[in-house]
């Protein structure tokens, strides 16, 4: 049974930085693409936006919106997804979850609160 356990959600201020965590149990996790999305209240689920990837490969590439202030990585011996976020922004406000790419497995989910 497939589960991702997303954390390290929480309130910051504006020019702040959060850690996400994604531990994964139930896959391969090394074999697999991972994905970060972020969903904004009042949108719906097949709204999510894409808000990092990163490959099997470690190739990572990052929505326009938080490239060079989110770094997404991983770490396979501990099944973990991560995304260091920095100078965030009120509009970073959301829930962001875990993705396995191309899948619908998917995490409860984080909640992220950008504000002063």
């Known amino acids: 049974q497939v589960q991702l356990v997303e954390s390290g959600g929480g309130l910051v201020q504006p020019g702040g930085s959060l850690r996400l965590s994604c531990a994964a149990s139930g896959i391969y996790f090394r074999f697999y693409a991972m994905d970060w999305y972020r969903q904004v209240p009042g949108k719906q689920r097949e709204q999510r936006e894409l808000?990092?990837?990163?490959?099997?490969?470690?190739?990572?590439n990052y929505a326009d919106s938080v490239k060079g202030r989110f770094t997404i990585s991983r770490d396979n011996p501990k099944n973990t997804l991560y995304l260091q976020m920095n100078n965030l922004k009120p509009e970073d406000t959301a829930v962001y979850y875990c993705n396995v790419r191309q899948t619908d497995f998917w995490g409860q989910g984080t909640q992220v609160t950008v504000s002063s």
């Open positions: 808000v990092a990837t990163i490959a099997s490969d470690f190739t990572a």
